[in-house]
């Protein structure tokens, strides 16, 4: 059975700081997605991993895979308050078709 | 267009009533879901079409009813549930493949906000 698991699960961290949330899977998967959750809205989609070595950039945020490790990180830079949200990664499950394993969502909050 | 569309925003029935929640997409994607998502845990995946056919149920309830009428339509029509049932219905979509690779990115509504009395 697919898992995919994040930590942390809850990240308090101060403006200006960087830190990275990391995700790591269970068997091989080949398409890593990262969401983006603010509380009572629904999930913006913030990247597409679909290749080993993949490295996507939008802003403060880079996403990055290695599917040989299993892991993709969701490095933030300079954190801001407008950051502040659940982020969730999910794997394509190649053997179960059309469904996407979610971690349990990293809670990130950015303090002045 | 590039949105998934839900109404109602909010929903509030007690458990002898019958209602239906509504998504629509005009992406031209194929495949089309319901997710549950309960308070500060992920969404959890309910039924799943493909080409306007029912491919994955979840092992969900028989009170949860779901339908896709045509290609941009899906409903969820709700009946007898219970108060446990009080969650936000999340509706995606996506573009599909039909050699068998993985599916892709998905592309959620902004969801539907119920609450079981």
């Known amino acids: 059975e697919l898992k995919v698991e994040q930590n942390p699960l809850f990240l308090s961290m101060q403006e200006g700081k960087n830190y990275t949330i990391y995700c790591n899977y269970s068997?091989?998967?080949?398409?890593l997605y990262w969401y983006r959750q603010d509380p009572g809205k629904s999930l913006e989609s913030l990247f597409v991993?679909?290749?080993?070595?993949a490295v996507k950039q939008e802003g403060r945020l880079m996403a990055s895979l290695d599917t040989k490790a299993r892991l993709s990180t969701l490095h933030i830079t300079a954190a801001v308050h407008d950051l502040s949200a659940t982020y969730f990664c999910?794997?394509?499950?190649?053997?179960?078709?059309?469904?996407?394993?979610f971690g349990s969502g990293t809670r990130l909050l950015v303090r002045p | 267009d590039t949105e998934v569309t839900q109404t109602p925003k909010h929903l509030v029935m007690g458990m002898t009533n019958k209602k239906s929640l509504k998504c629509e997409q005009h992406?031209?994607?194929?495949?089309m879901y319901w997710y549950k998502q309960k308070a500060k845990k992920p969404p959890e995946l309910m039924f799943v079409y493909s080409y306007e056919k029912l491919s994955i149920n979840e092992s969900v309830p028989s009170r949860f009813s779901p339908e896709c009428p045509n290609s941009s339509l899906l409903n969820l029509h709700l009946h007898a549930l219970q108060p446990e049932d009080s969650a936000l219905y999340l509706c995606?979509?996506?573009?599909?493949?039909?050699?068998?690779?993985?599916?892709?990115?998905?592309?959620f509504g902004p969801g539907t906000r119920l609450t079981v009395l």
């Open positions: 991993l679909l290749s080993n070595g």
């Open positions: 999910a794997v394509d499950g190649k053997d179960s078709s059309y469904k996407l394993i």
């Open positions: 995606a979509s996506s573009p599909t493949f039909r050699t068998g690779a993985s599916v892709g990115e998905q592309f």
């Open positions: 992406m031209g994607h194929r495949a």
């Open positions: 068997t091989t998967s080949d398409r």
